[in-house]
């Protein structure tokens, strides 16, 4: 081959390798640039793209494809044939006449077309049908909770930047508050009216507040970080999202008990409903197996024709009458010569063409068979005895996740009472933490409190300040934990 060529083929591979590697490895799809992400375009981005939800995805195509396939297992099973044979050498068989030729090469042709139909075999086929519909729907019901999951990740993560967000803010306005005070308090041991010590505190106080910014601002990319990756995005220095409105939050009494959630619950969580419909694929499964202990009966039928080149087709022609001479020897007399008549047939031969053959070698058959099993080493028994098995095991499994569901409702009620308890006497205790400082400030710039206790009021006040934003955002997801099981959509 031409150099040039050759080379010219093995760049083509080696970028198709490099293509098709960069494919596989290609994991986290890009973001979109500049764009503001809300907390239901996460949600979508995360669905899309989430790797397991695709092969959640995959296995419900193929349970529907197993499904669809049994359905067609009630239709009859139609299959066409075709044969060709070339014999020659020592004897074979004529299969037009079944005589034994000698020293011979032929060829013959056979055709068919068969047909056969299951009329009743136990009622598996029914049985495998619907077993293969609750699969169907367990698969789309396991979909349906990896989606739901994937929600509440996103949102607990997404509310997480939020809050960190908000708490940045507020270490913002302190460090701008303590800035002011240290520049005041500069003038007034300028002008000897506090102690060096003073400035010293406020001072100290600044550095600890601009450290809190640098941990904040840490806090926040780390959690953009675990949002990117839940949504198995690739990583966006740029990423920035759009804060929903909570501006008018307010603790509010719980409408419904655990157990009143529990009840709603119970009946729409796709776990359960995956779990229930495992149950169902069971049992069917177990009437399938039961139906091998009856008889089977099935029906068939057969359309078929054949050619061989050494097929004849014989004529008659009419009688041939011939002169045979005959020697008579009669003793004392001699020898003489008499002449007799003999007639035979005139018959002449012709191969039979292909198509007369096809159509003269025509011939059909149709048939029942019936199969009662006697005994087949306890085969069914065994089978049956499993399948009892996995329906237990099913309904065993159902109760775990009726349970889970319970405990995780019950969890979820008391993180969100708790939650609101905290919320609520948080914000009582910003408020007088606010109204506290406000007089420790007073006093401090009069020059009646010393450093030491102004810096322990700001200290307070600003880790209550923090609290609040994050007792807000803690009780926010956990009452939204809880309209999630009450089946109300998943927004702010």
Known sequence: ??????????????????????????????LAPG?????????DYAIENNVQLKQSMISVKTNENTHQQSRYNVLPTVNANGGYGLNGGGLSVNPFTNSTVSNQVFSSNSYSISSSVNVFNGFQT????????SSVAASRADLLDAEQNIKLRVAQAFLNIVSAQEQLKVADLQVASTVEQVARTEKLVNAGSLPQSNYLNIKAQLATEELNIITTQNSIDIAILQLQQLMQAAADPNFSIVAPDISKIQVMDFGSSAQEVYAYAEGVQPSITAAKERVEQALFSLRSAEGGYMPSLSASGSYSTSYSQLAQRSTFNGTTTSQIPVTITIPGTGSTTAFISQTSPN????????????????????????????????????NVQNARLAVRNAELSTETARNTLRQTIEQAWLDAKLASRRFSANVKQVESLREAFRSTEQRYNAGALNAFD?????????????????????????VKVLDFYLGKPLAF
């Open 347 to 382: 018959i002449s031969s012709e191969y039979i063409g292909w198509g007369d053959q096809l159509n003269n070698n025509l011939s059909w058959r149709a048939g029942m068979n019936l199969n009662i099993p006697i005994f087949n080493g306890f085969q069914t028994k065994y």
């Open 126 to 133: 029914y049985n495998n049908i619907n077993r293969n519909a």
């Open 35 to 43: 764009k503001k992400w809300t907390l239901q375009a996460c949600v």
């Open 454 to 478: 102004y810096t322990l009021a700001k200290t307070n006040l600003n880790k209550a300040e923090t609290d609040l934003i994050r007792f807000k955002y803690d009780y926010l997801f956990r």
């Open 1 to 30: 081959m031409n150099p040039a060529k050759n080379t010219f083929l093995f760049l083509c591979l080696l970028g198709g390798m490099f293509v098709s590697a960069n494919s596989f490895a290609q994991t986290s799809a890009p």
